[in-house]
């Protein structure tokens, strides 16, 4: 069983940024390596969870959803199990809980939906005030 585990969340005002990290560990002798892609999904009350940014494992292009590109960085690093979400330049419409997601699956465009993936951390909140 892989665990996933964000930290990294607060509030700001409009115009600033934040750094989400999400760890990954496992229980069991899981191959944290099977995690080919890693993403960040973002819910608020009463809304579907919706996609923010993915991570390929090895590399490869990442994606991200329009309203955050060029704003948001995804990054993460093999090595040491963990993704990052550099967000800049904060606005109110992205205050949500932000949840880290791993699929065992390499990418295709059903990875925009919360269905695709196989581990979920618990979230945290980020709130961006005017």
């Known amino acids: 069983q892989i665990q996933l585990a964000e930290s990294g969340g607060g509030s700001v005002q409009a115009g600033g940024s934040l750094r989400l990290s999400c760890v990954a560990s496992r229980r069991t002798s899981a191959n944290l390596y099977t995690l080919y892609v890693m993403s960040w999904f973002r819910q608020v009350p009463g809304k579907a969870r919706e996609f923010v940014a993915a991570?390929?494992?090895?590399?490869?292009?990442?994606r991200y959803r329009d309203s955050v590109n060029g704003r948001f960085t995804i990054s993460r690093d093999d090595a040491k199990a963990t993704m990052i979400l550099e967000m800049t330049n904060l606005k109110p419409e992205d205050t949500a809980v932000y949840y880290c997601?791993?699929?065992?699956?390499?990418?295709?465009?059903?990875?925009?939906?919360?269905?695709?993936?196989?581990?979920w951390g618990q979230g945290t909140q980020v709130t961006v005030s005017s």
């Open positions: 991570a390929m494992w090895g590399g490869g292009t990442p």
């Open positions: 997601a791993a699929s065992r699956n390499p990418w295709s465009t059903t990875h925009r939906g919360a269905s695709a993936y196989h581990y």
